[in-house]
């Protein structure tokens, strides 16, 4: 049996969650921001009938912030980092067969446009503090560029794994060896581009998502004025022609934040033991979305949250989160 990430609807025993710690960072946006991180910890939990959430804070003042707003239910790890988005720094876990192993692998700000100190060591720093052993590999990848369904098969977008700015002369080909020698993933899915104004240059977890083995998830344009119209449609051709099964959900369409445009999206959701988090934005689409992607997981509870504070830092609830498998 290969070593390989298990798809995320595969029972959790934990979930690592980022919680909000630079003032510097956040402004006025640090409280606000916490809070839509523990109103997203609580959900996870779910009353103790879901999985253990181990909140990750980054230093002393900011783990008794954590603890305070936390309550008695939910872990707090004290764990130096940049910022919270442990779905791309943290490690991803493997399981072969019952033993667990972490994969660790070079974070470079995506492509050097946010560095930040400790962000290239928090993920190792996880992985001792739970007793995993990590396998540490010398190239670029964050976790949100890929997404798999746990067969070997996973999907990503060109505009970020071929970026010049996370590993320069290295193509198509070799980072499937890579992919393959160092995550068990044998079969993959190219898209192109990922979402307008992605910082991350396109990462797949805003844009596609596995709801099962061999079938993805994509959005469908949300109107004529939907700024990812044409990226929707380009993946939706490519995953039919790899002859994936594509389910279309809701897009919340031309979203729009101080005057410029963002990148939201339903796609960004996390499936849990027992909830489906969706991160929402006031937008029309916002109940048909969560209603469309709980219908995919039949046992668990959808639940939609806004997370429009956690967004002004780049991303969403599954950027900030990183299960851990049974």
Not at 28 to 40: C, K, S, Y
Not at 108 to 128: C, M
Not at 134 to 152: K, N
Not at 279 to 292: H, I, K, T
Request: charged content about 25%; some cysteine; aromatic content about 8%.
């Amino acid at each position: 049996m290969i070593a390989r990430q298990p798809a995320e609807w595969a029972r959790h025993e934990w979930v690592w969650i980022g919680f909000p710690s630079h003032a510097d960072l956040w402004e006025d946006d640090l409280a606000p921001a916490q809070a839509e991180t523990i109103a997203f910890a609580k959900a996870v939990y779910a009353e103790g009938a879901g999985e253990r959430v181990r909140l990750v804070a980054s230093d002393p003042a900011a783990a008794a912030t954590a603890r305070s707003l936390a309550g008695p239910d939910i872990d707090i790890v004290e764990e130096p980092f940049g910022d919270i988005w442990l779905r791309d720094t943290g490690p991803i876990i493997l399981k072969q067969r019952d033993e667990r192993r972490a994969a660790g692998f070079l974070f470079n700000g995506w492509g050097g446009k946010y560095r930040l100190p400790n962000d290239d060591k928090v993920g190792a720093g996880l992985a001792r503090s739970a007793g995993l052993d990590l396998r540490r590999h010398d190239w670029v990848l964050e976790g949100g560029a890929i997404d798999v369904d746990g067969t070997g098969l996973a999907v990503t977008t060109e505009q970020c794994l071929l970026n010049p700015n996370r590993n320069p002369g290295i193509g198509r080909q070799e980072i499937e060896c890579r992919l393959r020698d160092h995550l068990g993933i044998e079969r993959l899915l190219w898209l192109g581009e990922g979402l307008l104004n992605d910082h991350t240059d396109g990462h797949v977890d805003n844009l596609a998502r596995f709801v099962g083995e061999g079938r993805i998830a994509i959005p469908v344009a949300a109107g004529s004025d939907d700024p990812n119209a044409a990226v929707f449609a380009d993946a939706r051709s490519k995953a039919e022609a790899f002859r994936l099964e594509v389910v279309p959900l809701p897009s919340p369409g031309h979203v729009v934040r101080d005057g410029e445009t963002i990148p939201a999206s339903y796609m960004n959701f996390y499936i849990g033991n027992e909830v489906i988090v969706v991160p929402v934005y006031g937008a029309a689409n916002d109940a048909p979305a969560v209603d469309a992607i709980g219908a995919l997981f039949p046992g668990r509870k959808a639940i939609g949250l806004r997370a429009d504070h956690i967004l002004t830092g780049g991303g969403s609830f599954h950027c900030i989160s990183q299960q851990v498998p049974l």
